[in-house]
């Protein structure tokens, strides 16, 4: 084994290039952007606390339990800052999904349509933000990749057995990651069946097998705190199926736009071109798979009954690629190689300046007002009321990094209406949702959060 690999390497090591620039990205966005509400929010309600806990109790969605179970290990590191020791982790995770699709897409379309969809994909907006942000979603990346190589295998090799123990063991791991992995298993789970329906029965065997184990996995947490954390989530509620069908265009929408950092059309309108040309080269088994990616959120969610959050479906930042490569697999194969390297080249670069206008970058620099201020706080032993959803996360978080004095700050029930008028503090913060505040105005305001700054007397 180590030997194919050492002999892959060698045989593609000039192409494997194309990752420099997406891990100069992720590695410059890791060290440059500050902590994010989840991951602080991840740190202190399960990587600081027994690693049992996040193994038996699922008290919020941010609880991605094998992610979790990861930064206890990555807690370990002997790196200062907790931060980095968090999402160093993530970074090593990310880089192997890009390794092994590029395996996977070598194989089965060859060495420039690998290029370019591994070239491209990890610098998608969801890629990026999700290659060195300490949650689960570069998981559910790698997984979902893994499970595509593995129907790939099942299909193109007379059903097999190494296919459905790799399918089976990404599956388990998936969903131990995030029960939503059952979006991407239920895709995968479609393309088997469809190319691959004569040998159902082992479908079901593996499929059943898969079932076990995850609930074997889950059982501690049902057994302390009820199957209806598992299937329920205060924060997606269902909606009814009507309601999901009429704002489904606009979700898929703002799903190519979020998950690609580009603008919606322009990526649909490379799908449409891209599906055109599968339907000119009359090539069915793409063609179907193409279907079947495509359509997928749309039968999904209406099923479901649910509108969730674009990040869902982190794993179409790679879909998006991979339909538009292997629809222009033969364009692709005519550029020289040199010629095809420079163009991906390019719009990484494009794909690097681009991602500081995304949305996922603008999240995680919206605590750098409120780090000045929380520096103003500290240096100057200032007093101050914090609540909000976020803040107080943040704060202890930075706190944290930095071994800084927080005794002078109040953290307030962050589930109550809080006015500003009855406090007595130099700085003031508060849920804009939740701030009842009359009589004073708020010296700054990021649309999450009210100051408010006492008045030098």
Known sequence: MTNKITKFIKTHKVNLLIFTIPAITIIYYAAKLLTNFDESYTYFHFVDKPVYYCMFHYPFPNNHILHSLLMHLANLLPIPDPLIRLRVFVIIGSICTWLITYYFTNKYYGQKVAMFISGLFPMMAFSISFGFFSRGYYLILLFFIICLFAAYDIVKNNNSRRGWIMFSISSILGFYTMPSFLYPFLTVNAIIFVFNYKNIKKQILYNAITGTSVFLLYLPIIIFDGIEVLIGNDIVRPIGRFTVLKRLPEFLYSLISVASGIKGWIILIALIVSLALLIKKRDRSNLIIFAILAAAPFGLLILHGVIPFERTFAYYSFIIIFLIGISFS????????????????????????????????????????????????????????????????????????????????????????????TLDYDYIFIDVVKDMTESRKAAYSDGLANLYVKEKE
């Open 330 to 421: 033969d364009y692709i194969n005519k550029v020289p190689k040199t010629a095809l390297m420079a163009g991906i080249v390019a719009l990484q670069i494009f794909l690097f300046i681009n991602y500081g206008k995304h949305e996922y970058y603008r999240a995680h620099t919206f605590g750098k007002e409120f780090t000045a201020i929380r520096h103003t706080i500290i240096e100057e032993h200032k007093s101050c009321y914090i609540s909000t959803w976020w803040a107080e996360e943040f704060f202890r978080f930075e706190a944290l990094r930095e071994g800084s004095d927080q005794s002078k700050i109040t953290y307030g029930n962050q589930f109550e209406l809080v006015s500003a008028d």
